[in-house]
Nanobody, 125 residues
């Protein structure tokens, strides 16, 4: 069992930065690849960024590449998403997720079995 709790969301202006955190309980955090997804009103939940179990491999949606950075600290059971140069279209609820073991597609929601409750990010123009 893994419990995930996000924090760090808020209201910012275009061009500002935010850092999201996802604290995980349980002893299996380091054994799971992790990711961030987001969901805007009226839209489906979409992949934002993913990171391997060790943190060596990272991957991003094209829409955030070069602006967002995903990282993790396995000693602290915490995952992060540093978001720079925020745009109004980044406005959404952001969720962290733990990926199922095995060779699953990192960019689809069904590959993840544990989710946080979400944190709201609002970017004003």
């Amino acid at each position: 069992q893994v419990q995930l709790v996000e924090s760090g969301g808020g209201l910012v202006q275009a061009g500002d930065s935010l850092r999201l955190s996802c604290a995980a309980s349980g002893r299996t955090f380091s054994s799971r690849a992790m990711a961030w997804f987001r969901q805007a009103p009226g839209k489906e939940r979409e992949f934002v960024a993913g990171i391997s179990r060790s943190g060596v491999a990272t991957y991003y949606a094209d829409s955030v590449k070069g602006r967002f950075t995903i990282s993790r600290d396995n000693a602290k059971n915490t995952e992060y998403l540093q978001m720079n140069s925020l745009k109004p279209e980044d406005t959404a609820v952001y969720y962290c997720a733990a990926r199922k073991p095995g060779n699953t597609d990192a960019k689809i929601t069904t590959s993840y079995d544990y989710w946080g409750q979400g944190t709201q990010v609002t970017v004003s123009s």
